[in-house]
Nanobody, 118 residues
Framework: QVQLVESEGGLVQPGGSLRLSCTTS????????MGWYSQAPGKQRELVATITSANSTNYEDSVKGRFTISRDNRKNTVYLQMNSLKSEDTAVYYCNAARSGISSRLYWGQGTQVAVSS
């Protein structure tokens, strides 16, 4: 059974930092591309950042220079370090695991709420 379990989010003041983690089980983590997505109230789920199995990263423009995605293949875990948080970063954050090709797969975590407010 595949599981992606995100860490608890929380309430952060503007300008603050928060690190999210997503620990997986039931997949060969090292061969999957991992991603973080956000979904604000009333909006569609959007890409935040991705990291491939080769550690190549990609970021949505609004988080470049503020957020960092990383992975630890020994711990089957992907991280999202969020710095200089803004109110517009408030959303539910989801991690996903994706594998392309003939045996393509896509799995999602349950989501974790991040609220940025004073």
């Amino acid at each position: 059974q595949v599981q992606l379990v995100e860490s608890e989010g929380g309430l952060v003041q503007p300008g603050g930092s928060l690190r999210l983690s997503c620990t997986t089980s039931g997949i060969i983590f090292r061969i999957y591309s991992m991603g973080w997505y956000s979904q604000a109230p009333g909006k569609q789920r959007e890409l935040v950042a991705t990291i491939t199995s080769a550690n190549s990263t990609n970021y949505e423009d609004s988080v470049k220079g503020r957020f960092t995605i990383s992975r630890d293949n020994r711990k089957n875990t992907v991280y999202l370090q969020m710095n200089s948080l803004k109110s517009e970063d408030t959303a539910v954050y989801y991690c996903n695991a994706a594998r392309s090709g003939i045996s393509s797969r896509l799995y999602w975590g349950q989501g974790t709420q991040v609220a940025v407010s004073s």
